[in-house]
């Protein structure tokens, strides 16, 4: 059985249908069951083998910029607490997620060894907070391995996008946040002009592909502290922007402009994808890019508040 804290959230909500479409049984805490920032561990049932965990304190990039040390704090309160809550209810495993921004600032892949590294000399300064505690997370992961033997893996994800993400300004993911401005521009008939290069590359995961990927790499004893996790999809800035746009307007080139003075933190956001090959007959086939960059539109279009 499994306990998946966040699940009013992107990723965890996403666990929460997959595992509702199986005969498998699971625990889903939000912050209303258990608050992870609150010092007091409940009991739960018995039975329960591992915690996914998608609930950490991340309040969009320029509070995250601005207040490093509450960012820090309160991310390593909800470390500690998940570990008491896997003490006290004799839980052997937890994985927890991570992200491609905390990875050093360089075009060439990155390999979970530069994690390992704790280096933030060469790391986005905006997250610095962010970052420190993802090491942290690693000291008090392994502490807990040393005495309590309670196995832990970080699964770092890449760009995620599709049904049920956030469209607020600031705190929505990248292909998100173009999502909503390319159709307020749509409506107000006035031309695209995205920041960066068209050539700069990032990794993109659908939404649900993630959870079944995560879902079926907690079934497995890892015994790997950090392990990227990816299907290779990486479109250029360019390539993202006519597939968004012809979902959405039908003209995928004529009003696009680019405001290449904006630099991107790394015009490659690439993940060595080696470790995870070893897994790769355990994931299900993936969404095509088109098809979930569809239901991405269809599901803000249908939620959206005008």
């Known amino acids: 059985m499994k306990l998946i804290t966040g699940t009013n959230w992107f990723l965890g ?18 912050r209303k069951e258990f608050d992870l920032e609150n010092w007091s561990v409940p009991p739960i049932v018995d039975g329960i083998e591992t915690i996914i965990h998608c609930a950490d304190y991340y309040p969009g990039l320029q509070y995250t910029s601005e ?14 607490n998940l570990f008491a809550l896997a003490r006290k209810n004799k839980i052997r495993r937890v994985v927890t997620i991570g992200t491609t921004g ?17 280096d933030t000399t060469n790391t986005n300064s905006k997250l610095i907070g962010y970052t ?16 309590e033997g309670i196995e832990h893996s970080h699964l770092i994800l890449p760009n995620l ?40 590359k990032r990794e993109f995961m659908y939404i649900d592909d993630s ?10 004893s890892l015994h790997r502290e950090i392990l990227n996790v990816g ?16 979902s959405i307007v ?32 355990l994931f299900p086939e993936t969404t095509p890019f088109s098809e979930g960059v569809k239901r991405a539109v269809d599901f803000y279009q249908k939620t959206r508040k005008v």
């Not at 207040?67 to 500690?80: C, G, H, K, S």
């Not at 996008?161 to 521009?185: A, C, M, N, Q, V």
Request: charged share 30%.
């Open 13 to 30: 909500s996403a666990i929460k249908r997959s595992l509702d479409s199986k005969p498998e049984k699971a625990i889903f805490f939000t």
């Open 67 to 80: 207040n490093p040390q509450e960012v820090y704090d309160r991310n390593v309160r909800i470390f500690e």
């Open 102 to 118: 905390c990875y050093p600032l360089t075009d060439e892949p990155l390999r979970e060894d530069m994690l390992l590294a704790k």
């Open 132 to 147: 420190r505690s993802r090491f942290s997370l690693f000291d008090i992961a392994k502490l807990n391995n040393r005495i």
């Open 161 to 200: 996008y599709g049904p049920g993400d956030r469209f607020e300004l600031g705190k929505s993911h990248l292909l998100s946040s173009w999502i909503r401005d390319f159709i307020t521009l749509k409506e107000k008939n006035e031309p695209v002009t995205l920041w960066g290069s068209p050539e700069a």
């Open 211 to 220: 959870a079944n990927y995560v879902l079926a790499l907690s079934e497995q």
């Open 231 to 246: 299907h290779g999809l990486t479109p250029t800035y360019g390539e993202l922007a006519r597939t968004v746009l012809y």
């Open 250 to 281: 039908h003209h995928p080139d004529e009003i696009i402009s680019w405001d290449e003075s904006k630099k991107n933190p790394r015009m490659r956001e690439v993940m060595d994808l080696t470790e995870i090959e070893r897994y790769s007959h």
